[in-house]
T-cell receptor, first 110, second 115 residues
Framework: SQTIHQWPATLVQPVGSPLSLECTVE??????LYWYRQAAGRGLQLLFY??????ISSEVPQNLSASRPQDRQFILSSKKLLLSDSGFYLC?????????FGPGTRLTVT | DQQVKQNSPSLSVQEGRISILNCDYT??????FLWYKKYPAEGPTFLIS?????DKNEDGRFTVFLNKSAKHLSLHIVPSQPGDSAVYFC??????????????FGKGTKLSVIP
């Protein structure tokens, strides 16, 4: 069966510091991968998606970036965090129309 | 422009009664709809889905109804249980090409089932 991992589970970072969140998927090959953010009181906002290694599409212009160095690895990064980057970050893998989410990372930027 | 709308941010229902969560959409290209359930500090979990070629899909206590002409779908939970208390997200999909299958989510409805 497929499993999706995210780490860290929680993170507190100061404004201006870098960010790296990692997501890995087991049990499937060449999955579509997605990064979402859920800010307080808001729905799930799609940030990036990837249909293959090195292929990244951005949905929202911001100071975040994503990379997919391996088939089942998806990384969310930032060079300098903003206060507005605080939120709950979710990685998901997709099987056609359905998506399956990881446990999430709670990021607090102070 | 919000393409998937869940106009009720919260809903309270007595245990054993029916919970009805509503969702409206504006994009006529959406052809697949999903409901996710989310507990605090966890990722959403897939509940049930429906294709636009159907108007009803049932899975145990959960039934999703789709009214394409009204661009409206609803999730019925019968009977409601305290463990159903969570935030429910409606999502819609339109194949955007290149096989990306993006989902557009509503803002969620927080369901509280009162024992």
């Amino acid at each position: 069966s497929q499993t999706i991992h995210q780490w860290p589970a929680t993170l507190v970072q100061p404004v201006g510091s870098p960010l790296s969140l990692e997501c890995t998927v087991e049990g499937t090959s060449n999955p579509n991968l997605y990064w979402y953010r859920q800010a307080a009181g808001r729905g799930l906002q799609l940030l990036f998606y990837s249909v293959g290694i090195g292929q990244i599409s951005s949905e929202v212009p911001q100071n975040l970036s994503a990379s997919r160095p391996q088939d089942r690895q998806f990384i969310l990064s930032s060079k300098k965090l903003l206060l507005s980057d605080s939120g709950f970050y979710l990685c998901a893998w997709g099987d056609r129309n359905e998506q399956y989410f990881g446990p999430g990372t709670r990021l607090t930027v102070t | 422009d919000q393409q998937v709308k869940q106009n009720s941010p919260s809903l309270s229902v007595q245990e054993g009664r029916i919970s009805i969560l509503n969702c409206d959409y504006t994009n006529s290209m959406f052809d697949y709809f999903l409901w996710y359930k989310k507990y605090p500090a966890e990722g959403p979990t897939f509940l049930i889905s429906i294709s636009s070629i159907k108007d009803k899909n049932e899975d145990g206590r959960f039934t999703v109804f789709l009214n394409k002409s009204a661009k409206h779908l609803s999730l019925h939970i019968v009977p409601s249980q305290p463990g159903d208390s969570a935030v429910y997200f409606c999502a819609a999909s339109a194949n955007s090409g290149a096989g990306s299958y993006q989902l557009t989510f509503g803002k969620g409805t927080k369901l509280s089932v009162i024992p």
